[in-house]
């Protein structure tokens, strides 16, 4: 009797574990449709590197778009460089990057532990200030913020002697410094500050620590999430820095890559060049991203923003 | 601590870069130095060129030394439009044709003063006029035609036309019937894949060549009539039709790969992509005059040209005219025709040139540019006029109602006019 009550039960639970497996199959069916999907752009842009223009052309109708056949090679690499001075406008944007990355993660975790746990008169004021900036179009400013930075003092080496002389145009320091402070950087680290228990900074002051003690000591060690968060949204915006460089940077060895794109962009597009060159441009991008994949979704998933 | 640590990274940064920005100043010591703006940033050909004059007028004298930065042509606009705004405008600018009169009145630039001589010698349309000043002058000019395969027309019985005797609309309309039934899907490439100014560029020829114009060029001040007349709703019919019967579609890609891969049997397109076309399809390529519309074959001109920045000092003014005078030299004029494949300017350097003189294989371009070429309107509202132009001829494509789409452009036009008082005019 026993035996023949367990049967059905297995059999049950073997049709269970089938519905399941059954599910599981589909649902990896779907993931790995949808990573296609979202794979085709990157693979048509690699493999287009590899394709004369004319090729590239004829083949964009069909499946050989995505794949690497007929006349393949690196041709277009090596025009690129002729083009473009690829190395120095990836150097460029790398430099850029890490300063406004670097430097905002300081600044902006300050100005966010300043209005979330510091008591002052006007913070409520300071910080409706800064939250109603996000609302103003960077697009809406930038030409009186190039004749603002046009007419800003600036000291400088030239010769071994310091000079002293107005204009930030054609720099690294134009590039940079209006994109350090940052109203969403701010809103977000003075949000996640004020989730961090105030009897912390109470237990600290009791043992003497100053406000900058606190903020390094307790703040910034348990807001890891915010500051991973903070550097992998501000990192892309700065690496794909298109219109501010165009109208501030004259110098070509100061431009960073997304200004490099429009050298591509004559009266014919050379498509092949334009898919290598973003293909070299991408790939610092790509490596970044797989590299702290882990931290990317968890930060992101943490604090319920995406970019 | 906040201001101090961004004033600490201000300071730090402020100091770890400063280009070499001499702008036009003179430095007192040397030579003056003379920087030069152009949009050629990614065109080695173009850029191998202007080394070749600015080292040559360098060496030619000590008083003058030009210094030459490039721009991608995509951002060059943008660029020269923040410089103006910071007041940081070099002395030597290029500019596309069309773009002069709006920096002109925009006081971006100042008279050009090259002797007339010179630019009498030059092709009207390489020459940029606003209010009776020269303002702009071109080492060249490009133009547009229909590219044909001689053996496809022969064996659909279709006439060659000639510059003398160009396709009427009736023939031209009757060509493309007669292709698309030879087995072409789509037998006309307008190159409508393509966006931006090409569109005022390529197709508002077409309708002068009707009658219209994208605005009444008598007192600039409107584009009522000329825009919404009955000449041009009747071309923007036919442009309807043409994408509505088949002939012609937007799909691309832009240029004339579908020209080269017999995709289509007629190609509109430049003077830029001959070269190709002919190293492709050979003696069979026929570069033929544009349609007749009832007015005259038209096709646009005015292209990159020299202005000098209103900004720019006096000695360096000097300086910089002595350089364009120095750098319209016939040989010039040549090694920029034969790297870039466009018209020269000059009759001499046209003369001198292996693909547009006399018997270079390109010769019909220089032909089709002196016949027919008509600059775009000259007013500082052209930006305006130019994208209300393709606003309207996208719409019309698309299957827009012909009339109230050329009516909003009018009213677009007409606004942007009377909002800037008339432009001076």
């Known amino acids: 009797m ?17 519905l399941r497996r059954r599910r599981r199959a589909w649902s990896y069916l779907v993931l790995v449709g949808l990573s296609v999907f979202f794979l085709f752009p990157l693979v048509f842009m690699f493999v287009s590197s590899l ?32 083009r473009v001075p690829v190395g120095r406008f990836l150097l460029n944007s790398l430099f850029v990057t890490v300063a406004i990355v670097g430097l905002g993660l300081v600044v902006n975790s300050m100005a966010g532990f300043a209005l979330s746990r510091m008591r002052w008169r006007g913070r409520g004021l300071v910080t409706s200030v800064v939250i109603a900036t996000l609302i103003v179009p960077f697009e809406t400013i930038a030409v009186p913020l190039v004749y603002w930075v046009a ?38 680290f003075s949000q996640y500050f004020s989730t961090i228990p105030t009897s912390l900074d109470e237990a600290a002051r009791i043992d003497g620590a100053g406000w900058f003690t606190i903020y390094r ?9 915010a500051f991973a968060t903070v550097a992998i949204l501000t990192f892309l915006p700065a690496w794909n820095q298109y219109l501010w460089p165009t109208m501030v940077v004259q110098d070509e060895k100061l431009r960073p890559v997304m200004v490099g794109m429009q050298y591509f962009f004559q009266d014919n597009p050379a498509w092949g060049e334009v898919m290598a060159y973003t293909s070299m441009i991408t790939l610092p991008v790509l490596v970044v991203f797989l590299a702290f994949q882990r931290s990317f979704v968890s930060s992101v998933a943490a604090s319920g923003v995406k970019g | 601590m906040v201001a101090a640590a961004s004033l600490l990274g201000t300071v730090a940064l402020t100091g770890c870069a400063k280009a070499s920005h001499d702008g036009a100043s003179a430095d007192g010591g ?90 009498d010698s030059l092709l009207p349309t390489a020459v940029g006029t606003y209010r009776g000043k020269v303002y702009s002058a071109g080492y060249w000019d490009a133009a547009l035609s229909l590219f044909a395969r001689r053996s496809v027309l022969e064996k659909n019985g279709i006439r060659i036309p000639t510059v003398e005797q160009p396709w009427t609309l009736a023939e031209f309309d009757a060509a493309v019937g007669k292709l698309k039934d030879s087995g072409y899907k789509t037998p006309l490439d307008l190159g409508a894949a393509d966006k931006g100014e090409w569109w005022s560029y390529a197709y508002s020829p077409m309708l002068q060549s009707a009658g219209g114009d994208e605005i009444d060029r008598s007192g600039m001040r409107t584009a009522q009539g000329a825009l919404n007349g009955p000449a041009a709703v009747a071309f923007f019919s036919w442009f309807q039709k043409a994408f509505k019967e088949g002939w012609a579609n937007s799909d691309g890609p832009v240029g004339n790969q579908n020209f080269v891969d017999d995709k289509v049997a007629l190609s509109y397109t430049g003077v830029w992509n001959a070269k190709d ?42 300086g910089a005219r002595k350089y364009l005078e120095f750098s319209f030299q016939d040989k010039y004029l040549t090694a920029f025709s034969d790297s870039q494949v466009v018209i020269p300017a000059t009759a001499g350097a046209t003369a001198a040139s292996k693909y547009f003189g006399p018997d270079g294989a390109l010769r019909q371009f220089a032909v089709l540019s002196q016949k027919f070429a008509l600059a775009r309107p000259a007013t500082p509202g052209y930006p305006v006029v130019s994208t209300s132009f393709e606003k309207a001829a996208k719409d019309i494509m698309n299957g827009a109602d012909v009339k109230p789409a050329l009516d909003a452009a009018v009213q677009a036009i007409d606004s942007d006019i009377k909002s800037n008082n008339g432009y001076g005019n």
């Open chain 1, 51 to 82: 394709k004369p223009d004319g090729q590239l052309l004829s083949d964009i109708g069909g499946w050989r778009a995505f794949l690497p056949v007929g006349d393949i090679s690196l041709h277009n690499y090596g025009a690129v460089f002729d």
């Open chain 2, 30 to 119: 040397g030579p003056t130095k003379i920087t030069m703006w152009t949009h050629s940033a990614g065109n080695p050909g173009e850029l191998a060129v202007y080394r070749r004059i600015i080292d040559d007028f360098n060496a030619s004298q000590g008083e003058y030394q030009i210094v030459q930065q490039n721009f991608p042509q995509g951002s060059y606009n943008d660029a020269v439009t923040a410089a103006a705004a910071a007041r940081k405008l070099p002395c030597l600018i290029d500019m596309d044709g069309p773009v002069m009169p709006n920096w002109a009145w925009a006081g971006y630039l100042q008279p050009l003063d090259l002797p007339a001589s010179l630019t």
């Open chain 1, 2 to 18: 026993a035996e023949t009550a367990r049967a059905p039960r297995a059999r049950t639970e073997t049709s269970e574990q089938q």
């Open chain 1, 151 to 188: 007419h800003l003092p600036i000291l400088f080496l030239q010769d071994g002697t310091l000079v002293w002389d107005t204009g930030w145009l054609d720099g690294y320091q134009v590039q940079i410094v209006p994109f350090v402070a940052n109203a969403f950087s701010i809103f977000l």
């Open chain 2, 277 to 318: 076309a002919l190293d492709k399809v050979g003696s069979d390529l026929l570069i033929l005059p544009p349609v007749d519309f009832g007015k005259g074959p038209r096709i646009g001109g005015g292209s990159w040209q020299w202005g000098i920045s209103a900004g720019c000092g006096k000695a360096q003014s000097e």
């Open chain 1, 217 to 225: 000591r307790i703040v910034v060690p348990l807001s890891g999430p």
